[in-house]
């Protein structure tokens, strides 16, 4: 009887999945300023480092890839396309990640979450186990810790520096997974090169937690946030235009229904070949087998 029922429960959990995919995408097409889905590939390979990916980084033309795994490594992988999608990544190198004195992260110092590179090549990562933002020149290289701001020592363990972007001019931006201000809105806090500052706040909406940033190549700032309930993820990107005021023009471009995607928690835009936005997102698969490591594309109106 136990076993009848959890099969129940599987096929049911299964069929309510189904539904709020094609309920998701039904919804997309009302939507003014939604986003488009293109495609979504499962990427799969057997080293043991591999899975539970956070970070998320794309060439300008959307052929390479790098990737920040939540345990510290950072790998680089080619993309192939076929008609624009994504048919096929092949490895190219991983690296695990080192501290300022030279050691490979090993435990709660190693949980590595947000990704930025900068223009030049070299990396930053922000991580939730022990709130930082390190710079590294290579992801073969030790890191170089930046200062570390009165409001970042507060945070929750888990809950800290989720995502990181670059604006164009070389600042960094990072904010937390679940750790309000006063007002109930979400801190964001930048780095230009000499100090953090705290310029703005996103307004959180709903049930939804930022996971990933990044700045486009349209200058605008891209935040994906995500939402868990007992069957599955949700998923959320929303726009600013980041100004001397603030963030302003808030746009919602994508909400998805529960199941219709894995975990996702690294975001890139950038444009294809057509002149087209593209935001690639991929999932952490917290390494468990009922989990994948999804990539996911959405074209997204200007």
């Known amino acids: 009887m136990k076993r009848r029922k959890l099969i129940g429960g599987l096929v049911l ?49 959307g052929s390479q890839l790098v990737v920040l795994s939540d345990r510290a490594h950072v790998a680089r ?24 004195k030279g050691r490979q992260l090993l435990g709660r110092i190693m949980d590595s979450e947000g990704l930025a590179l900068a223009p030049g090549g070299s990396l930053f990562i922000s991580f939730e186990g ?16 930046l200062p570390r701001p009165h409001d970042f020592r507060g945070l929750p363990l888990n809950k800290s520096l989720e995502a990181l972007a670059i604006d164009p001019q070389g600042r960094l931006y990072t904010l937390p997974e679940n750790a309000l201000n006063a007002e109930g809105e979400i ?15 996103l307004p959180r909406r709903g049930g939804f937690l930022p996971v990933g940033a990044d700045f486009g190549p349209d200058g605008r700032f891209y935040l994906l946030e995500r939402n868990f309930v007992f069957i599955g993820f949700r998923s959320r990107l929303r726009r600013w235009d980041i100004t001397d005021q603030g963030a302003t023009n808030e746009v919602t471009l994508l909400e998805s229904s529960t199941g219709v995607h894995d975990n996702l928690e690294g975001l890139s835009v950038w444009r294809d070949a057509t002149g087209t936005l593209r935001a690639t997102m991929v999932s952490d698969d917290n390494f468990k087998s009922l989990q994948r490591t999804e990539v996911v594309e959405y074209t997204l109106p200007e």
Do not use: C, K, M
């Open 13 to 61: 959990a299964s069929g309510l999945i189904a539904a709020a995919a094609g309920f998701a995408a039904a919804q997309l097409d009302r939507l003014e300023n939604a986003a488009q889905f293109t495609g979504s590939y499962t990427w799969r390979a057997t080293p043991d480092w591999f899975g539970g990916f956070s970070g998320l980084e794309l060439s300008a033309d």
């Open 77 to 100: 992988a080619y993309i192939h396309r076929q008609d624009g999608e994504i048919s096929e990544i092949s490895l190219r190198s991983a690296q695990h990640l080192r501290s300022s």
């Open 187 to 201: 801190p964001v806090w930048r780095w230009n090169g000499a100090r953090w500052s705290q310029p703005f706040t």
């Open 130 to 145: 022990l709130a930082r933002v390190v710079h590294h020149q290579t992801e073969a290289s030790r890191a170089r810790v």
